[in-house]
């Protein structure tokens, strides 16, 4: 608890120097608002079990982690959605109701990825859309792998009850 406190501390003394290293990282005021606020609420919910023996060193390298995951999560954010409007435009011999029964899909889908834990989330995107293997997120997460394992069967396990639920797919074709 003290650890946590003193890199608080530490946060607050740093604030200006790390907004203004992410902003210059991202390009964007909001989006370095943005990550800076994950940060604050990471060290928060986190529990720091090594001795940290420079805070401001191990803050800006948490904002570097925080700033590839932003542009990790965007580049796939940008595949997932040239991949569907590629599926559109592709789609014009096909049905008004097709079109719309995968839309609905899709949008089923984001919901539920949505209400998944962050952790559970953040494994599937890294799983499905970047293509990690389940081994290199486990050692970058610093998680087990039966941990990564048991959080992707739970996403699509999850995923999956609510494409059932939303009756999409059970409509006809």
Do not use: W
Request: glycine fraction near 4%.
């Amino acid at each position: 608890m003290k650890s946590t406190n003193n890199l608080l501390n530490s946060l607050t003394e740093n604030e200006s120097d790390l907004r203004q290293y992410l902003i210059n990282k991202v390009g964007c005021i909001e989006t370095a608002a943005d990550i800076f606020q994950k940060m604050a609420e990471k060290i928060l919910v986190g529990k720091v079990t090594t001795k940290i023996l420079n805070h401001r060193r191990y803050l800006f390298r948490i904002a570097n982690n925080e700033v590839i995951d932003h542009y990790r999560f965007e580049k796939s954010r940008l595949k997932y959605e040239t991949d569907f409007s590629l599926s559109i435009e592709n789609t014009e011999h096909r049905s008004a109701e097709r079109i719309t029964i995968a839309n609905d899909g899709l949008r089923v889908l984001n919901e539920s990825l949505e209400q998944l834990p962050p952790l559970t989330r953040k494994i599937f995107i890294l799983y499905r859309i970047e293509g990690l293997k389940q081994a290199l997120i486990a050692k970058q997460l610093g998680l087990n792998l039966s941990t990564v394992e048991k959080r992707l069967a739970t996403a699509v396990k999850h995923c999956r009850s609510r494409i059932i639920e939303s009756e999409i797919y059970g409509k006809s074709n």
